[in-house]
């Protein structure tokens, strides 16, 4: 599975297309995300936390299932309040978090308490360990837990990012997940 470079275009189309959906007679709030909603389990991206000894799991010859991941989202800003999902710590991203800016994510309650059960994670660093030159994330917020899909019992830890932070790489077999997204619409009234 080959690195692929993704072009910039797709992630300047969404903001195109968000940017007119805002504009939608009778539509609230608008945001797009990298996975739908409710359908599935998010990409299983690995993260290292910033400052820590390597896990056992990134030595080389570990499993997959044995890494430390999280659900992996890339996000518009306004997805959690177009979502319903409630930011407990920290903040939301705005206009500030661009391409040129610092790198940040938001992680969810279940991530925090798993990986940050004595300690703030506001503040925290994590980075991802999926493609080369990944710059470590600063954790701007902590959200809700939502689960994967109707059928599911289980919170899985997860991170959000905003989609014009993700790097110019993506491994080959996953990156479908760079060259497009859904949209989420909050209406006035019934959806229909």
């Known amino acids: 599975s080959g690195l692929f470079e993704v072009s910039p275009i797709p992630a300047q189309t969404v903001d195109r297309v968000f940017e007119r959906l805002q504009n939608v007679p009778g539509v609230v ?17 690995p993260f290292l936390v910033e400052g820590r000894p390597l896990p056992l799991s990134s030595t080389a010859g570990a499993r ?16 959690f309040k177009v979502m319903g999902i409630p930011v407990q710590r920290g903040r939301d991203f705005d206009a500030h978090d661009r ?23 506001v503040g925290q660093y994590i980075r991802f360990d999926f493609v080369p030159n990944e710059r470590p994330r600063q954790i701007v917020g902590i959200v809700g837990d939502t ?5 599911e019992t289980i919170r899985r830890p997860a991170a959000y990012v905003p989609h014009v932070q993700q790097g110019p790489t993506f491994v080959g077999p996953f990156v479908d997940l760079r060259t497009g997204m859904t949209c989420v619409l909050r209406p006035e009234g019934a959806p229909m």
């Open 147 to 151: 689960l994967a899909g109707p059928l």
């Open 99 to 121: 391409a040129d800016t610092a790198p940040v994510v938001v992680i969810s309650e279940t991530m925090s308490r798993q990986y940050f059960p004595s300690e703030d994670a």
């Open 29 to 45: 709030a608008a945001a797009a995300v990298s996975s739908p909603p409710f359908v599935g389990q998010g990409f299983a991206m």
């Open 64 to 79: 997959p299932s044995d890494q430390q991941t999280a659900d992996y989202f890339a996000v518009t800003s306004g997805f």
